[in-house]
């Protein structure tokens, strides 16, 4: 059964700093992963989504790399602003569509000002 | 830009009665969703629905829970007879294929009393 970790639970920087958030997972026969945001009491935002096969994805300040055999992911942000802070959660997509997503438990971010 | 929508956004039932939450995927997609966030929990996968029919189901969704696409736009969770533990934010996705980044609506608070 996969089961997704997130470590650290919670992380506070100051603005303009790099955030390195960490995903692990235990079965590495995964479809693809995603990252996604979500914003106190609302829905999950869809950052990026990387494949099985890319080792790297990246959209504006954001830069997500996996690496399979070893069963980690990493998002990176670069030169956080305080409208960063949230929770980031990581997902590994199986299952018989590839499409059944295993959560893992957030970092909550806060950047200060 | 499309959105997945879910109403309502928050709802209160009493242990017992039914409920039916309903969900407009973005129109193009094919794959749809049913996840669930119990309070301070992860993000669970409930049901994915490709083509009219379940393509697969957690543990969760026992016979309690059923889904539906009634017609061509709408998607919907039948709960038949609410616990107290079905309490939850419960989020519908959708994605254009299976493999593909699913896009998440803002989720609707069930409360059961």
């Known amino acids: 059964k996969q089961e997704v970790t997130q470590i650290p639970a919670a992380l506070s920087v100051p603005e303009g700093e ?3 958030l960490n995903c692990s997972f235990t079965d590495s026969a995964i479809y693809n992963l995603q990252w996604f945001r979500q914003d106190p009491g609302k829905g999950l935002t869809s950052l990026l989504l990387i494949q099985s096969s890319q080792r790297e994805q990246t959209s504006g300040r954001l830069n997500a790399s996996l690496d399979k055999s070893s069963g ?3 998002l990176y942000i670069a ?5 960063d802070s949230a929770t980031y959660l990581c997902a590994a997509a199986q299952g018989a569509a590839g499409n059944k997503l295993t959560f893992g438990g957030g970092t909550r971010v806060l950047v200060k000002p | 830009e499309p ?7 928050h709802q209160v039932t009493q242990m017992g009665q039914e409920v039916i939450l ?16 119990i309070l301070g929990q992860k993000v669970e996968f409930l049901v994915s629905f490709y083509n009219n ?13 059923s889904v539906e696409r009634p017609d061509g736009s709408n998607f919907t969770l039948k ?9 939850a934010m419960y989020f519908c996705a959708s994605s254009e294929q299976g493999i593909n980044e699913q896009y998440f609506g803002p989720g609707t608070r069930l409360t059961v009393t």
């Open chain 1, 18 to 20: 790099n955030l390195v």
């Open chain 2, 79 to 87: 709960i038949r007879s609410t616990k107290l533990e079905d309490s």
């Open chain 2, 53 to 65: 029919e379940i393509s697969e189901k957690s543990e969760i969704f026992d016979d309690q829970f």
């Open chain 1, 72 to 74: 980690r992911s990493t």
């Open chain 2, 3 to 9: 959105e997945v929508t879910q109403t309502p956004s």
């Open chain 1, 79 to 83: 030169a956080s602003q305080p409208g």
């Open chain 2, 22 to 37: 309903r969900c407009v995927p973005i129109s193009n997609h094919l794959y749809f969703y049913w996840y669930r966030q």
